[in-house]
């Protein structure tokens, strides 16, 4: 069984400052690790993901995430945020195993509220 | 050209009816799913289908059933609805290997009065 911890529920951060979102996941197996941000009354979008590789990974709007085998955690990163980032930021994982039958786990997401 | 759609996007219905939501992808993808976000944005898998595999997620409710016609489409049907069924769906497909991300329709949001 796989379970994600997302830290923090809300998330209040001034605009151009930086922001973190935690996520710690439990897996006993190898794991994909995902980034979804879910715009208000939209669906869930990828923002970012690690397969395998290097294990800094870059989205196209400023938003980086590094995976931490040790620690367990995809922290979530962006130096300077904009009012247009307000969201709902999913972390989820998969199994690395081929089939998908199991799907994503999700965290319970948090919620980025940035501020003029 | 929407990669993963659903219909409709807003359902309101009162206790008891029976209600379908529609899915198709055009992806070519495999696997299609089903999600379920309650009113805390907690998102759940409730179903997982894969060449005519099912897989059910044990805390669904049977309630609750996914039929799909072709690779392309998973519809949910939902009997007897309820006051606790109030949800948004998302279904979502994916390449069979998962080495990928999922894609996303935009949801449908249930209202059951």
């Known amino acids: 069984a796989q379970s994600v911890t997302q830290l923090d529920s809300q998330v209040p951060v001034f605009e151009e400052a930086p922001v973190e979102l935690r996520c710690n996941y439990s897996s006993s197996v190898s794991v994909y690790l995902f980034w979804y941000v879910q715009y208000p009354n939209q669906g869930l979008q990828l923002l970012l993901k690690?397969?395998?590789?290097?294990?800094l990974v870059e989205s196209i709007n400023g938003f980086e995430a590094e995976f931490n085998k040790s620690q367990t955690s995809f922290h979530l990163r962006k130096p300077s945020v904009h009012i247009s980032d307000t969201a709902e930021y999913f972390c989820a994982v998969t199994q690395g195993a081929g089939g998908g039958a199991d799907g994503l786990t999700f965290g319970k997401g948090t919620h980025l509220i940035i501020q003029p | 050209d929407t990669a993963v759609s659903q219909t409709p996007k807003y359902l309101v219905t009162q206790m008891g009816n029976d209600k379908s939501i529609k899915c198709e992808q055009n992806l070519g993808h495999d696997t299609m799913y089903w999600y379920k976000q309650d009113s805390k944005k907690f998102l759940k898998i409730m179903f997982s289908y894969n060449n005519k595999e099912l897989i059910i997620n044990e805390t669904v409710p049977n309630r609750f059933s996914p039929k799909s016609p072709d690779k392309a489409h998973l519809n949910l049907h939902i009997n007897s609805l309820e006051l606790g069924d109030s949800a948004v769906y998302f279904c979502?497909?994916?390449?069979?290997?998962?080495?990928?991300?999922?894609?996303f329709g935009q949801g449908t949001r249930l209202t059951v009065v």
């Open positions: 690690y397969l395998s590789g290097s294990t």
């Open positions: 979502a497909s994916s390449p069979a290997s998962l080495d990928t991300e999922a894609f």
